[in-house]
């Protein structure tokens, strides 16, 4: 038993239905209480899907329990059937189901349904939705793909995006085009927009682009082995992978890698004198593995920031995440505990945050601003604007993205002028946010939750930075000194100020003491 | 003169209800929590269930993440599933861990899941044992927000529930107003009742477990809430008597409300004119404003909170509208049936739902206004319909006169939306 408070990741059978979602044509018969049918709104109000998921609920009662629970699996399975005429159905179980173990899979089989019909083994009681997305996917392509003749010209299918997913349907549109500069052919996109039909001709292309390996690893090793296509490892997001995965996928198709750059503005828009406020600008990553690592990459060798943190929340790409962050010289927080996340956010004391919605709502408490570079994402996530993350118009949209939250350069130079006047004053944040300013960062000693925080937690609390036992104090006016320092760099002349303290046996943080240390990490 | 005149001879109350056994896209009782721990500041709302449990509130919070609520799941992993002794061991360590850390906790309730039902996790017993354990600090209760055994609000009625047997004893003659209400509204109710001269005033729940209300023989209670059937047997099982009366939504509501409690307490006309006919004049103009959106239009309620009935009716007498089809999870005509008595028979009353054939229906009906829930409402619009999201109504104070005018904006907000939109060439 573990006590859950936010999760970043659903059970896995939200992971199936985001497959069943994205694509066309396919049906999922869920065996699954009432209460479950919330997995709906993700889809209706999140993303504004305008049709409801393919996905039908047997919605079985407690009274039904001791009676015929597979019973009413089976009309709804036959309901389900005849009035959305599916190419293939996917059955499974949620986790309550699981426990009452009717066998969907076995039900359904039994049931001569003239459609293909996927059982789904989902164990939610270990897994969680990245497995869920994974695992449904390969196995649609398990019961559906084939080996076949390849297309004459020479081809790919783009594997990985699904419903739900953050800015997929972007990406999608993003890749397609550095494919088609290379003069490669999209056989098939799957999940998102793909009908189980066209899931029977992944076969074709010469090799599969793999978009998303939280969705779609396992299904691109499937294919490797059956229909033995090669797969790309690079995910194409930022200016140094894209360059990367042009690269890999010419070798692979034996192409020229012809690129367009006449649409990537990024490097120079990182290069200009504006952007030099950026630099060492103190980051710290969470999300996904995929858009952590490729996030690392661009914060450091493309934006010129510092990265200071980084983790995933997604265990099964743990090893990846642990060895990129040696590379930078971090340990790598691996956990889907929100709590963990923001402590050490509070620890590291960023300028920025680079995370999911979770990590925006730590941002908002913490007074640290915050850009969404990962699932999950929230509504204002899904923007009605092209807007991709992959490729060079992606690498443009990151840029944006990533600064926006963040004082402009000259602005940051007015603040330091005049901290007192009332347009620029501390407390109104980046002017260009109007009334969305950030709070003031909040004092790591200071409480910030809402609710009365533990004793223990508020004393680990007290002194981030005292590495031993003993106590470090601010002194009076070194404080107030610090309160002068404009809020989007106090949290690092704090965290500073008490590593150099530390380092030189000081308990009593005076004026001088903050100084010296400002001299001392003086770039 | 302050008793709805018209008593329609054909009512609600009587017409056939429609039952249909299919799939159902309605919440289960844990998503009460959300208003819940807003409501009870020192209780905490411990979950035994699985990560669906956890998604479920989490997606229903949506808009309101607080660094650490006062709520949580405790998720059953494989190892709980597997020997039941330890489960209930690692409750008891969770439980433990929890209330270390978060001393501000006074009453914890565990609240059942399907999976915790479906493996027979006794969770009473375990309130029971842990009641002992950490008394006098902590009171712990449990009930029940399983989706295989409540449906969205129910949740509230269970948790309440669960609260009844160990409110403490009272021989005094006091009005219990029971339901979760925001304070703005609660404090409305309670003011409107004391000018009339009515009290002591207690409710239930209180905002901290010290408050909670003495329960007795001599102790009338009003629900404010059409879904709130156990908790009303469990007062009734104490001995508080019930004054039944329509829903306190809407101007006729609130007078209807408030009149029967008057007739309880002896309150004679001129005080109770005196006292409300200020705000019954405010709601009047308030509702009448939005009810030029809202006058003869046609709307369709899918099963959602329990409150369609009494919203249905508000719509239809103060807001001129007409329903085609009133939905609810499930009928309790011993509350509901006042408010069943002033709609006149016509509308189809279904209870429970097979969301396709409903469906059917009400894409065959085109109502002007279909009242649904969240996974509905897009699909809807994008066929041309027009939709209020259901749960909204939850979370908005709505009740009283001075929220009349609210409620009914509520509902015409989307159709003035629809009208205001100009999405094409002009031409
Ligand atoms: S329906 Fe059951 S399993 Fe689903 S969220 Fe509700 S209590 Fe949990
Ligand atoms: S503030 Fe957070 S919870 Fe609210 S809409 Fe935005 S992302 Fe969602």
């Known amino acids: 038993m573990k006590l859950t408070v936010w999760t970043y990741e659903g059970p896995p059978h939200v992971g199936a239905m985001r497959v069943a979602t994205g694509m066309k044509g396919l049906h999922y018969v869920l065996h699954a209480p009432q209460g479950d049918t919330y997995a709906d709104l993700l889809f209706t109000m999140i993303e504004r899907r305008d049709h409801r998921p393919p996905v039908t609920y047997t919605t079985f009662e407690g009274r039904d329990l001791g009676a015929d629970t597979a019973g009413i699996f089976k009309t709804a399975c036959m309901d389900a059937y005849e009035r959305f005429r599916p190419q293939a159905l996917i059955v499974g179980a949620s986790c309550t189901a699981e426990l009452i173990q009717d066998d969907p899979g076995g039900l359904a089989e039994a049931m001569d349904i003239p459609v293909p019909v996927i059982a789904l083994e989902l164990p939610s009681y270990q897994r969680k939705e990245g497995f869920g997305t994974d695992e449904t996917f390969y196995q649609i392509v398990k019961a559906l793909a084939r080996p076949m003749a390849r297309t004459p010209e020479i081809s790919c299918n783009i594997l990985g995006p699904v419903a739900l997913g953050f800015r997929h349907r972007d990406d999608i549109e993003e890749v397609r085009s550095l494919l088609w500069e290379m003069g490669i052919a999209v056989n098939v996109v799957a999940p998102l927009g793909a009908t189980p039909e066209q899931i029977t001709t992944l076969g074709q292309a010469h090799f599969n682009v793999m978009l998303y390996p939280e969705h779609a690893e396992t299904a691109c090793r499937h294919l490797e082995k059956v229909c033995d296509q090669p797969y790309t490892k690079t995910v194409p997001l930022g200016v140094g992978a894209t360059h990367d995965f042009v690269a890999e996928v010419a070798a692979l198709a034996g192409v020229e890698p012809r690129k367009d750059l006449s649409r990537l503005r990024q490097p120079w828009w990182s290069k200009s004198v504006d952007s030099t406020y950026l630099t060492g600008k103190r980051v710290f990553l969470f999300g996904d593995a995929t858009h952590v690592k490729a996030a690392a990459r661009i914060a450091r060798d493309e934006m010129g920031f510092e990265v200071v943190g980084m983790g995933c929340y997604n265990r099964e790409f743990a090893r990846d995440i642990r060895a990129l962050a040696k590379d930078y010289g971090l340990t790598a927080l691996i956990t889907d505990d929100y709590l963990e996340v923001e402590k050490a956010i509070e620890e590291a004391a960023p300028e920025m945050i680079l995370g999911t919605q979770m990590e925006r709502h730590i941002g908002k408490r913490l007074g640290i601003p915050c850009a969404v570079i990962s699932a999950p994402v929230h509504v204002q996530d899904f923007p009605a604007r092209y807007s991709p993350q992959m490729g060079w118009e992606g690498a443009n949209v990151i840029f944006d993205t990533w600064i926006h939250p963040l004082v402009m350069g000259l602005e940051e130079h007015l603040l330091h002028m005049f901290r007192e006047d009332f347009e620029f004053h501390d407390e109104a944040g980046p002017s260009h946010h109007g009334g969305h300013a950030p709070k003031p960062v909040a004092e790591p000693g200071a409480p910030v939750a809402e609710t009365a925080r533990p004793a223990q937690d508020a004393q680990d609390d007290a002194a981030p930075g005292s590495t031993g036992g003993d106590v470090m104090v601010w002194l009076e006016d070194a404080e107030k000194e610090l309160k002068k320092i404009p809020f989007f760099v106090r949290g690092k002349a704090r965290r500073n100020t008490e590593k150099f303290a530390a380092e030189q046996g000081v308990t009593e943080i005076s004026i001088d003491t903050l100084y010296e240390a400002k001299a001392h990490y003086a770039r | ?427």
Not at chain 2, 53 to 63: I, R
Not at chain 2, 93 to 101: G, K
Not at chain 2, 165 to 192: N, S, Y
């Open chain 2, 1 to 427: 003169m302050n008793r709805p005149a018209t008593i329609p001879a054909q009512t609600c109350r009587d017409a056939p209800i429609l039952k249909q056994r299919g799939q159902r896209e309605v919440f289960c009782g844990l998503t009460g929590i959300i208003w819940l721990h807003r409501k009870m500041q020192d209780a905490f709302f411990l979950v035994v269930g699985s990560r669906t449990c956890a998604h479920l509130l989490q997606s229903a919070a949506g808009v309101m993440i607080f660094a650490e609520p006062r709520f949580g799941t405790a998720i059953l992993e494989e190892g709980d599933l597997a020997g039941m002794a330890d489960a209930h061991d690692e409750l008891d360590r969770e439980v433990a861990r929890l209330l270390a850390r978060r001393p501000d906790i006074r009453q914890l309730f565990l609240v059942g899941s399907c999976p915790s039902e479906v493996i027979k996790l006794d969770l009473a017993r375990a309130a029971e044992r842990l009641t002992v354990e950490h008394a006098p600090h902590v009171r712990v209760l449990n009930y029940s927000g399983s989706g295989i055994e409540t449906t969205f609000t129910q949740g509230e009625d269970a948790c309440l529930a669960s609260m009844v047997p160990v409110l403490p004893a009272t021989q005094a003659r006091e009005l219990l107003l029971v339901g979760a209400l925001p304070d703005v509204v609660e404090d409305q109710a309670v003011k409107l009742l004391s000018e009339m001269g009515i009290g002591p005033i207690r409710v239930l729940p209180a905002p901290r477990s010290a408050e909670m209300p003495g329960i007795g023989e001599n102790v009338v209670y009003a629900l404010l809430q059409p879904f709130l059937g156990d908790t009303a047997a469990a007062l009734d099982r104490r001995g508080a008597r019930m004054i039944s009366a329509p829903f306190p939504f809407g101007e006729e509501g609130t007078t209807a409300w408030l009149r029967a409690i008057a007739d309880e307490f002896g309150v004679d006309d001129e005080t109770f004119d005196r006292v409300t006919a200020a705000p019954r004049a405010r709601a009047r103009k308030a509702v009448a404003a939005a009810a030029e959106t809202l006058a003869g239009k046609s709307i369709f309620f899918f099963p959602d909170s329990q409150l369609e009935i009494p919203f249905a009716r508000f719509l239809i007498r103060e807001c001129g509208m007409e329903a085609i089809e009133i939905g609810a999870p499930y009928i309790h005509k011993g509350l509901v049936g006042p408010d069943m008595d002033l709609i006149p028979a016509g509308p189809t009353i279904s209870e429970g739902q097979d969301v396709d054939l409903q469906l059917d229906r009400c894409r065959a009906a085109r109502p002007d206004l279909t009242v649904c829930g969240l996974g509905l409402a897009n699909p809807l619009e994008a066929e041309g319909l027009t939709t209020k999201w259901a749960i909204e109504l939850v979370f908005t104070p709505v009740h009283f006169y001075e929220q009349a005018g609210d409620l009914a904006a509520l509902f015409a907000r989307p159709l003035r939306r629809r009208a205001l939109l100009k999405l094409e060439a002009a031409e």
